[in-house]
């Protein structure tokens, strides 16, 4: 991992076909500055799966919610989803910069917006064909508004793909 810039480095996804996803990191800010190991997961599963299923993304509809640098909605756009990545106002120029470095391998479509869970979704596709989360449960307040967010984006044919790493506090385990 590179230092590209003044605190900027670069993290690499190889991808089946030897492509490499370059993805923009920050050294400071928070939680979703850095790509973290659920999102790889989430990732290479999505691409393992269109391997094993060719097509199963192309021409779908899907929003990733808590983006961050926007590493799993931009592996589904190159396996041809067309696909929204959503996150917090500031977050959106580190997502249209990785977007914008990784466009050569996009073969679906991919948007960067705002998007704050608990809020008024009618700028989004209805009913998407995905809805993808890597590594968004950190915080328990946060989870009725992904909650609710979740129930006004889908319908009963959206397929929700989630990867997280579950998480303990010291005082969870009596330190």
């Known amino acids: 991992m590179a230092e590209l810039e003044s605190g900027v480095f670069v993290r690499e ?4 076909d030897g492509a490499v996803l370059e993805i923009r990191q920050l050294s400071s800010g928070d939680v979703g500055c850095v790509v973290w190991d659920a999102a790889i997961v989430l990732a290479k599963f999505m691409e393992r799966r269109e391997s094993a299923e060719p097509g199963l993304f192309t021409g779908k509809a899907a929003v990733e919610l808590g983006s961050g640098t926007g ?7 190159t396996l ?19 977007i914008k470095r990784n466009s050569a391998l996009i073969t679906g479509s991919c948007q960067a917006k705002v998007l704050k869970w608990g809020e008024d979704v009618s700028g989004f596709s209805s009913s998407p064909d995905y809805i993808l989360i890597a ?6 307040e946060s989870l009725q508004p992904l909650l609710k967010t979740l129930r006004d984006l889908a319908s009963g044919e959206t397929c929700i793909l989630c990867c997280y790493e579950e998480r303990t506090t010291a005082a969870e385990n009596g330190f």
């Open 71 to 77: 590493i799993v909605g931009i592996m589904a756009a």
């Open 80 to 98: 041809g989803a067309d696909v929204t990545v959503t996150d917090l106002e500031d977050l959106q120029d580190l997502m249209i910069m990785n």
């Open 135 to 140: 590594d968004c449960i950190y915080y328990e």
């Open 13 to 16: 996804l190889e991808r089946r």
